[in-house]
């Protein structure tokens, strides 16, 4: 089950973040036993801002200290928002009219397109395998960073699970710590295993390779 702390007060849940991810152990990756660096922070889809804001000053105030296994510079923080680059994407490919993005073919024809027409294309032209994780891929390539935030997960449903998100990230973001910013419950049990239940209610699948932060030590 999510640690108690999940349900504290954002200040609470804030300085908790601070001290683990600007802690030794978490920084350099220790004590992971062969497991992936990949953490969920859970939250209530309620607090959405709330998160949103917490997540900018918590970076702002990882990049302000002093951090000795880091040479005495702050923790750099690298931020992805999914919905932001899924956007990104669309905008940048170009439909079937030549010279038309794919994004402006959206806008223009989403109302004419069925529920299950528009999901199947935009599962297609975001599959996280073959476009999604790549373009990841070249923004970590792209920048010096000590963790990797990722946002937007709620954003992106349904043509984006975050489940596969984490599956195929493996092969991508494994050298720094990744946290999974998630409107949700990451929900532990000896019976069924780990799995992500998207605004508390939607059953993601199940994943077993993150850690849940508020239960991670500082």
């Known amino acids: 089950m999510s640690s108690k702390l999940r349900q504290r007060p954002i200040a609470e849940r804030f300085d908790h973040l601070l001290a683990v991810i600007s802690?030794?152990?978490?920084?350099?990756?220790?004590?992971?036993?062969?497991?992936?660096?990949?953490?969920?922070c859970d939250y209530q889809p309620s607090e959405a801002v709330q998160m949103q804001r917490l997540q900018r000053q918590l970076a702002n105030k990882l990049g302000g200290l002093s951090i000795p296994c880091l040479g005495g510079r702050g923790v750099t923080v690298l931020e992805i928002n999914l919905y932001d680059l899924s956007i990104e994407l669309l905008k940048a490919r170009e439909g079937s009219e030549e010279g038309i993005s794919t994004w402006e073919q959206v806008m223009a024809n989403e109302p004419d397109f069925d529920k299950d027409g528009l999901l199947e294309m935009l599962q297609n032209v975001l599959d996280p395998r073959e476009h999604l994780i790549p373009a990841i891929g070249q923004r970590l390539a792209q920048a010096e960073f000590d963790v990797l935030f990722l946002s937007g997960i709620g954003e992106v449903f349904p043509y984006?699970?975050?489940?596969?998100?984490?599956?195929?990230?493996?092969?991508?973001?494994?050298?720094?710590?990744?946290?999974m910013f998630f409107?949700?419950?990451?929900?532990?049990?000896?019976?069924?295993?780990?799995?992500?239940?998207?605004?508390?209610?939607?059953?993601?699948?199940?994943?077993?390779?993150?850690?849940?932060?508020?239960?991670?030590?500082?």
Do not use: W
């Not at 984006?160 to 973001?173: E, G, Y």
């Open 23 to 40: 802690g030794e152990r978490f920084l350099q990756m220790k004590g992971l036993n062969n497991d992936l660096p990949f953490y969920i």
């Open 160 to 179: 984006i699970r975050s489940h596969n998100v984490l599956n195929n990230l493996q092969s991508t973001a494994k050298s720094k710590p990744t946290i």
């Open 183 to 218: 409107p949700g419950e990451y929900k532990y049990s000896l019976e069924h295993g780990a799995s992500l239940e998207l605004f508390g209610r939607l059953h993601d699948e199940k994943y077993y390779r993150a850690f849940n932060i508020f239960e991670t030590q500082a």
